[in-house]
């Protein structure tokens, strides 16, 4: 029902900013959540940031006052600005939307960042 593309991604050095988007398009009918994950190799997918219920926003501790998470909804985007970036925020970052009956991943865009 819906696909979901996310960009941006790169080679940065310790320091600097990234801003990843990520645009859906079809059916979003009930949409409840949209988030961001990582995951690095050997590691597990998890979570970064995200809009849950009534639009609240939601940080892990190793990104917080470093990353936000918005949207635009006219767009139907959402976008993850990343500033001070460390070499440990290195993985893949995948974008997700889903409702209590559809969940979708977009294919992940790497984020390289060099000490």
């Known amino acids: 029902q819906v696909h979901v593309v996310e960009s941006g991604g790169g080679l940065v050095q310790a320091g600097g900013s990234l801003r990843l988007s990520c645009a859906a398009s079809?059916?979003?009918?009930?949409?409840?959540?949209m988030g961001w994950y990582h995951q690095a190799p050997g590691k597990q997918r998890e979570l970064v940031a995200d809009?849950?219920?009534?639009?609240?926003?939601i940080y892990a501790d190793s990104v917080k006052g470093r990353f936000t998470i918005s949207r635009d909804n006219a767009k139907n985007t959402v976008y993850l600005q990343m500033n001070s970036l460390k070499p440990e925020d290195t993985a893949v970052y995948y974008c997700?939307?889903?409702?209590?009956?559809?969940?979708?991943w977009g294919q992940g865009t790497q984020v390289t960042v060099s000490s």
């Open positions: 997700y939307w889903g409702s209590s009956t559809w969940g979708s």
């Open positions: 079809g059916s979003m009918f009930g949409i409840n959540f």
């Open positions: 809009f849950g219920t009534g639009g609240r926003t």
